[in-house]
């Protein structure tokens, strides 16, 4: 089979951006236009001979409340949603550095990160009135759970896509946090046992209790319960008001 041309191979590539572009504005629609708009893409694409995509178009999940809601802030509040992805990173650049000399980095990059998902919170509830949708306290909950998850997984192969999401995303396990931190090029252990010199063993003890320290501050990266509520709480009270 010959290759295309630079002249096919462009307009594939012009036809593609498009129906990504076509993708995004069904996700930024209101949420009660989602669907005949999604069927209505479909129809057409299928129409002009593009089957393929029409059914995959046509298999495209109309998003939950909370889904959707994170997505308009994708949409709408970019500024404000890239800043929460960035408390992310500078948390991942900070550990990734050293296990205990970014430690005040860290804690900084965490609360920054409170302070940018309380803001998202707020942002949400204004969303969810504007569009005739009531702000529960539960749907806030999943939305600030799902913020959370996006920012702890964005550096990650397997993120979730902003401003496509159709449920709510659950935050990555510690395992996939602890993936962020720096191997220390251990080689196989021989069969015969080594002396360790005391130097060598003050320097693993050393490493240990940084670990530890790093560990501890790991788990902070993830909202506590109590905070989510907290923020939830806020939230709800600045949506009444």
């Known amino acids: 089979m ?23 504005a069904l996700f930024m629609l209101p949420l009660s236009e989602f669907t005949a708009a999604r069927n209505t893409l479909a129809a057409q694409l299928k129409k002009s001979g593009r089957g393929d995509e029409a ?12 889904a959707w ?15 929460l992805i960035a408390t992310g990173e500078r948390f991942r650049q900070a550990q990734a550095s050293r296990l205990a000399s970014k430690v005040a980095d860290m804690r900084g990059a965490l609360e920054a990160r409170r302070e940018a998902l ?35 997984s964005a550096s990650l192969p397997d993120a979730p896509r902003p401003g ?39 320097g693993r ?10 560990r501890a501050d790991t788990r902070q990266y993830r909202v506590s319960s109590t905070e989510r509520s907290s923020i939830v709480q806020k939230t709800s009270s600045f949506g009444g008001r």
């Open 2 to 24: 010959g290759r295309n041309s630079p002249g096919e191979d462009s307009k594939m590539s012009e036809t593609k951006g498009k129906l990504e572009d076509e993708v995004d």
């Open 55 to 66: 059914v995959l178009v046509k298999a495209l999940v109309k998003p939950s409340i909370s």
């Open 69 to 83: 809601a994170v997505n308009q802030l994708y949409w709408k509040h970019r500024k404000a949603f890239e800043r």
């Open 118 to 152: 309380s803001h998202l919170s707020d942002l949400s509830t204004e969303l969810l009135r504007e569009a005739d949708h009531n702000p529960t306290l539960d749907t806030i909950r999943r939305i600030t759970t799902t913020l959370e998850a996006i920012s702890a």
């Open 164 to 202: 496509r999401l159709t449920d709510d995303v659950d935050p990555p396990g510690f395992d996939s946090l602890a993936s962020w931190i720096p191997t220390s090029g251990k080689k196989e252990r021989t069969t015969e046992p080594t002396r360790v010199p005391s130097s060598q063993k003050s």
């Open 205 to 214: 003890a050393a490493t240990s209790t940084a670990r530890k320290r790093w």
